[in-house]
């Protein structure tokens, strides 16, 4: 069966650090990989998505970056934390599928920027 | 721009009521799928419909995709504490289009 990890589970960070987050899928190979933002426990806000190693697709200009070093492995950082990039933050794969996109979640990490 | 309303935003109930909560575009979508979100943890997939007009049952749950495949019901039937949580709803494309656009989700909470 398909795992997916994420860690940590919670960070606390001073402004101006930098940010490393990661997550791995096990199980399958070629999924697609997203990193999700969301804020005050309501709606995600897709921040990247990727649909294969190096091609990374990004949804809103920010202080972030993702990257995808290997086919399961993706990576979201940042050079220097703002006090706005506080959040909950979740990592999700989906199979290709033609017709549905179905995401799998990560449980997730709380950042708070201090 | 929101393209996934979902309504009611909030919801409280009493253990055994009945509910319907809503999930509108004025978008196509190729696949719709609602999730379950608790505290701290990540949203949890309880289904995904796909043909206009579906129906799918998962226990006292029921799914509804709109006829024009634009909008999602999803009913709960005696509703139990263990239903609380966030429920969102989320399009798909399809195709070469591998994102999904989510709604801001119902808070349901079931008191008991």
């Known amino acids: 069966s398909q795992t997916i990890h994420q860690w940590p589970a919670t960070l606390v960070q001073p402004v101006g650090s930098p940010l490393s987050l990661e997550c791995t899928v096990e199980?399958?190979?070629?999924?697609?990989l997203y990193w999700y933002r969301q804020a005050a426990g309501r709606g995600l806000q897709l921040l990247f998505y990727s649909v294969g190693i190096g091609q990374i697709s990004s949804e809103v200009p920010q202080n972030l970056s993702a990257s995808r070093p290997q086919d399961r492995q993706f990576i979201l950082s940042s050079k220097k934390l703002l006090l706005s990039d506080s959040g909950f933050y979740l990592c999700?794969?989906?199979?290709?599928?033609?017709?549905?996109?179905?995401?799998?979640f990560g449980q997730g990490t709380r950042l708070t920027v201090v | 721009t929101q393209l996934l309303e979902q309504s009611p935003q909030f919801l409280s109930i009493q253990e055994g009521e009945n509910l319907t909560v809503y999930c509108n575009s004025s978008s196509v979508f190729s696949s719709l799928q609602w999730y379950r979100q608790e505290p701290g943890e990540g949203p949890v997939l309880l289904v995904t419909?796909?043909?206009?007009?579906e129906v799918k049952k998962l226990k006292r749950l029921t799914f509804q995709f709109g006829d024009a495949r634009k909008d999602s019901s999803l009913h709960i039937t005696a509703a139990q504490p263990g239903d609380t949580g966030l429920y969102l709803c989320?399009?798909?494309?399809?195709?070469?289009?591998?994102?999904?656009?989510f709604g801001k989700g119902t808070l349901l909470t079931v008191n008991p």
């Open positions: 199980g399958t190979s070629n999924p697609n």
């Open positions: 989320a399009g798909g494309r399809g195709g070469s289009n591998y994102k999904l656009t």
């Open positions: 999700a794969w989906s199979p290709m599928r033609l017709f549905s996109t179905e995401a799998f």
């Open positions: 419909v796909v043909t206009g007009g």
